[in-house]
């Protein structure tokens, strides 16, 4: 039993921190270099990213253990899982318009981008192809979306402070924001001591 949760626990750190979604595996890079303006958008963003990649990887994971592997589908899992994540989209769109209006506008378009985050079917694919249980497709689905969580705060919090510097007018804007986040790639490249 410890070693089962020392395991898990070395899934979380490495699918966090070490392949980090955004920053290893250059996967999500559009809501992670749109919404990173402001902290709280970011932030915002994350929640509702952690939200669907553990439920898809969840219902992903449930999906293709018993019924696509046991029918021998399991040629159809990238069409199937691109539908329960839209799913699964729609449902986290419907609770931010209903019941926080403010984070529902703040993320505008990129909300339903969430659908065509490539971060979120990436992890449901590589849940499958890793051979993972289910509460490992889960717990591995939820440290990726803290993971990306981590990147886009860190760089909406790096961005604001960017703001009020004296910049150089060719680095202003995205090449600044591209800049940062190859540095924090090779930041991060200093937690593959922790594998």
Do not use: H, W
């Not at 990238?78 to 699964?88: D, E």
């Amino acid at each position: 039993m410890g070693e089962t949760i020392l395991n898990l626990v070395g899934l979380m750190i490495t699918a966090s921190l070490v392949n980090n979604v955004v920053l290893s595996q250059f996967l999500g890079l559009c809501p992670f270099l749109g919404v990173s303006k402001k902290t709280d958008t970011a932030l915002g963003m994350g929640g509702a990213c952690i939200f669907v990649i553990t439920l898809a990887s969840l219902v992903c994971s449930i999906i293709y253990k018993f019924i696509l592997n046991p029918l021998d589908l399991s040629y159809l899992k990238t069409i199937v899982f691109i539908l329960v994540i839209a799913m699964l989209v729609q449902f986290v769109e419907m609770i931010l318009k209903k019941y926080i209006v403010s984070l529902y506008q703040a993320l505008g378009v990129y909300l339903p981008l969430i659908t065509t985050n490539c971060a979120v079917l990436g992890v449901a694919l590589n849940n499958v192809t890793d051979g993972y249980s289910i509460l490992q497709s889960v717990i591995c689905g939820f440290a990726t979306a803290i993971g990306f969580t981590i990147a886009i705060v860190i760089l909406a919090g790096l961005r604001e402070k960017m703001e009020y510097n004296d910049i150089p007018a060719p680095f202003k804007g995205m090449p600044l924001v591209l800049l940062t986040s190859g540095l924090m790639a090779i930041a991060f490249t200093g937690f593959s001591a922790l594998k």
